[in-house]
């Protein structure tokens, strides 16, 4: 890793596991020391 992660966007398929899925993402994140968003219907991203 060098010590650096690029901008993470964690998306996913099933709505009925959001919740556990959103809480994760969190955790994995603070245990990473970065910022994970998760992508929602409608996100746009440049690239």
Known sequence: ???Y???VIFLHLS???ETEINREAKELAR???TD???AFEGMELEV
Request: net charge neutral; no cysteine.
């Open 5 to 7: 992660l690029p901008k």
């Open 1 to 3: 890793l060098k010590g």
């Open 15 to 17: 709505p009925q596991f």
């Open 31 to 33: 245990e990473l020391g």
């Open 36 to 38: 994970i968003e998760v």
